[in-house]
């Protein structure tokens, strides 16, 4: 049953630790091309961000938050976001889920975004 193991698939190898810092900087940098029209930052720096997995595969999974449950974009976002993640290369597959637990606060905002908004 030698053929029945050849027609399993493989595992892929797990990502090094240097591929895994540079897809988490591209990530990084797509995420902050994408704007909440509201408020002129990214979403990266708004905190919109909750959670990024990247698999062994580099399928990227992505959960985030609104700045508020009744945005007006809440349906065209999560699409915006997963269109920049696409764009870099090798990534296979991207989800991204929108959640409200925990609600979104102003806390969760960079200083590179509290600044822009004069919030200090």
Not at 14 to 21: C, F, H, K, T, W
Not at 74 to 84: F, K, L, N, S
Request: net charge negative; with cysteine.
């Amino acid at each position: 049953m030698d053929d029945a193991a050849a027609i399993e698939p493989t595992a892929a190898a797990p990502l090094s630790q240097a591929e895994l810092d540079a897809l988490t900087d591209q990530l990084i940098e797509k995420l902050k091309t994408v704007y909440d029209p509201e408020i002129p930052v990214d979403i990266y720096e708004l905190g919109l961000i909750y959670k990024v997995d990247v698999s062994d595969d580099k399928d990227v999974a992505i959960d985030m938050t609104l700045t508020a449950p009744g945005c007006p974009v809440a349906g065209e976002m999560p699409g915006w976001v997963e269109g920049a993640v696409k764009e870099i290369p090798g990534v296979r597959n991207v989800s991204v889920d929108l959640v409200f637990d925990p609600p979104w606060d102003p806390s969760r905002m960079s200083d590179e975004a509290k600044l822009q908004l004069n919030m200090f």
